[in-house]
């Protein structure tokens, strides 16, 4: 991943990611979005990868991974918000779903979890 963007490795972090239930279901994939604490916040981009089993076997998880972190690669640096946390999730349609689509989908996730943090942003400005 680029400068600026890290990974979430812990099980706490995402499970704190999962508590705070912003998130968006696209056809390719969900996404969990939860903005860092302000005590831990040092503007960065942190995104972690999961898939349940249910999706398949093992070979097929990992595949669905790789092309999750492909599509974040490409488009968190430039369209993620400093100071949150994400979890992208996989799903069956993940593994044969166009990868222009898949990026569509992420960037309409992205943009529609942080829309509400956007507005109150601007609110108070």
């Given at each position: 991943m680029p400068i600026g963007v890290e990974r979430l490795k812990k099980r706490s972090d995402f499970l704190r990611v999962a508590s705070v239930r912003r998130k968006w279901a696209a056809p390719g994939l969900v996404l969990q979005a939860a903005c860092v604490p302000a005590d831990q916040n040092d503007g960065r981009v942190r995104v972690g990868f999961t898939v349940t089993k249910k999706v398949g076997n093992s070979v097929v998880?990992?595949?669905?991974?790789?092309?999750?972190?492909?599509?974040?690669?490409?488009?968190i640096p430039g369209n993620a918000v400093p100071g949150w946390d994400y979890v992208l999730i996989g799903r069956h349609t993940t593994i044969k779903r166009d990868f222009k689509d898949l990026q569509t989908d992420l960037l309409t996730a992205l943009n529609k979890v942080t829309l509400t943090q956007n507005k109150k942003n601007r609110s108070q400005s």
């Open positions: 998880r990992n595949r669905v991974k790789r092309r999750l972190r492909a599509v974040a690669q490409n488009l």
